[in-house]
């Protein structure tokens, strides 16, 4: 297979000041240190802790990202409301980002057929691709497949990042491409890469790719290559690494964290995602040294 046809996105966080400002420079050099990997720019995602940031914030860091990344970024500009949610996807699409994703509305109980309007109403008035962005576990409001195979007949719907962790959400979006084969399909869990890839993903967005970007990039890599022994390695210790990192506390403040122990520069995600401790940063310290991560 043709590695540039699977493209690794990594769910890059934000950094912080110490008095929770953003620290725009350091969220620079995080996505350099992805780019200089390999990987791609999934910005302003949940491991970037959007919902904490101000809308001024978020357009601030889609500008670095476009500047860094260039065509290789994808931008989340999901809101609970359909015109906040173009407002700023148009504000981001002048910040340079060549895409946007799209979480599902978060707080407001959506029906399958309001979030097929909303979805469509972005689709029409955004003037660049528009990806659906599904994470039930955090909006609580499912892209069902059937939902998700209607709406791939907009032209401007060009594929959905799928973060559901099931296989057969999975596996349904991927059937959406037996009618359109342009059709992307990214898995968004890390537990979920090689899986996805063996199936037919045209890429994935991990959130572990901040601590090991390596790891992530690689996985894809190997699968590209045809060294599955390499690949399932990889995935394997991932997926290892992931659930003792996740029994710590809420997932995507123990990457951020898990990121702080090797740089503090990164910041603490704003409160109150996570109270850290000196105990805590210790068994993250630990667990890096057992799985023998090193900042790079």
Wanted: proline content about 6%; charged content about 25%; some cysteine.
């Amino acid at each position: 297979m043709n590695q540039d046809k699977i493209i690794p996105y990594v769910a890059c966080v934000t950094a912080y000041n110490e008095d929770e400002s953003v620290n725009y420079d350091h969220t620079r050099l995080q996505y350099r240190r992805v780019i200089k990997h390999g990987g791609h720019i999934f910005c302003g995602g949940t491991n970037a802790d959007f919902s904490g940031l101000m809308e001024d914030e978020r357009v601030k860091i889609v500008e670095i990202a476009a500047e860094e990344a260039g065509a290789n970024m994808i931008a989340n500009a999901g809101c609970p409301s359909t015109y906040a949610t173009i407002r700023l996807a148009e504000k981001f699409v002048k910040a340079g980002s060549p895409a946007v994703a799209v979480i599902a509305p978060y707080f407001i109980a959506c029906p399958q057929e309001g979030l097929y309007a909303h979805y469509m109403r972005i689709a029409d008035e955004v003037k660049c691709p528009v990806y659906i962005y599904n994470i039930p576990a955090r909006t609580q409001n499912p892209v069902d497949p059937e939902t998700v195979r209607k709406l791939s007949k907009h032209p401007n719907i060009h594929g959905i990042k799928d973060s559901s962790g099931d296989q057969i959400q999975l596996e349904g979006c991927l059937a959406v491409r037996d009618e359109r084969p342009d059709f992307k399909v990214m898995s968004g869990s890390d537990a979920q890469i090689l899986e996805g890839l063996k199936k037919g993903t045209s890429g994935y967005v991990a959130g572990l790719g901040n601590i090991v970007p390596e790891w992530v990039v690689g996985i894809g890599k190997a699968f590209c290559e045809g060294d599955m022994v390499k690949a399932e390695e990889l995935q394997s210790k991932l997926a290892s690494f992931r659930t003792e990192l996740y029994k710590l506390g809420f997932a995507p403040a123990m990457v951020k964290r898990g990121l702080y122990v090797m740089d503090p520069l990164v910041g603490n995600n704003r409160s109150p995602a996570l109270v850290p401790s000196p105990e805590m940063d210790e068994k993250i310290s630990d667990l890096l040294l057992r799985y023998g991560i090193e900042y790079s």
